[in-house]
């Protein structure tokens, strides 16, 4: 029994990465909540502050996360999967998860400086075309990934595996990896 939610750590590195993914749709739905708050209240310090909030998130945790699968996790995977049918349907989703990464970046380019707007208290519509396509690429690429990779990575991955990956992550960060 978890009583107090507390998010996995670098020692649990896949705990850590679908933590994440949560994080994510947490911040999606500020953002899609802010979107028509604006619209419908325009920017007060409330606003201000969720604004903030969504792109302290994109802009460092985002970021950091779609390192961990394409610099450490998946090539990681890619090298242990053994079994060539699972190997081969592993890439295939890889490349898609990539072209994913490659429209999100794309994507929050354009909700970025609005974003940036109405952090600093400027009035600015979030356009609904662009949000939209944000949040409709996370709906599908989150479950692709929490409905294959942990599976893959708890058959293929070693505890040394594990302790590497969570290491990676921990440096990225500029964080001590837990004694």
């Known amino acids: ?9 670098f020692d649990d590195p896949l705990g850590m990465w679908i933590g994440c993914h949560r994080r994510i749709e947490k911040q999606l739905k ?5 979107a028509d708050y604006v619209d419908d209240h325009g920017v007060d310090p409330e606003a201000t502050t969720a604004a903030q909030s969504v792109l302290r998130y994109f802009e460092r945790s985002g970021p950091h996360h779609h390192e961990d699968e394409e610099k450490d996790l998946f090539p990681l995977l890619d090298a242990r999967i053994s079994v060539p ?10 490349a898609r998860l990539a072209k994913d990464h490659e429209a ?3 994507t929050w380019a ?6 940036q707007s ?8 979030i356009p609904k075309a662009d949000l939209l396509a944000f949040c409709s690429i996370y709906a599908g690429h989150i479950p692709a990934e929490d ?3 942990p599976a893959l990575a708890k058959r293929y991955l070693s505890a040394q595996d594990l302790e590497n990956l969570g290491r990676s ?5 500029g964080v001590g990896f837990p004694a």
């Open 1 to 9: 029994m978890n009583l107090f939610d507390t998010p996995a750590g």
């Open 30 to 34: 500020t953002l899609q909540r802010l």
């Open 85 to 94: 049918e699972e190997l081969s349907a592993f890439r295939s989703l890889r």
């Open 104 to 106: 999100m970046a794309a």
């Open 110 to 115: 354009r909700l970025r400086k609005p974003l």
């Open 118 to 125: 109405i952090a600093e208290g400027i009035a600015k519509p």
């Open 147 to 149: 409905g294959s990779i």
């Open 169 to 173: 992550m921990a440096e990225r960060r």
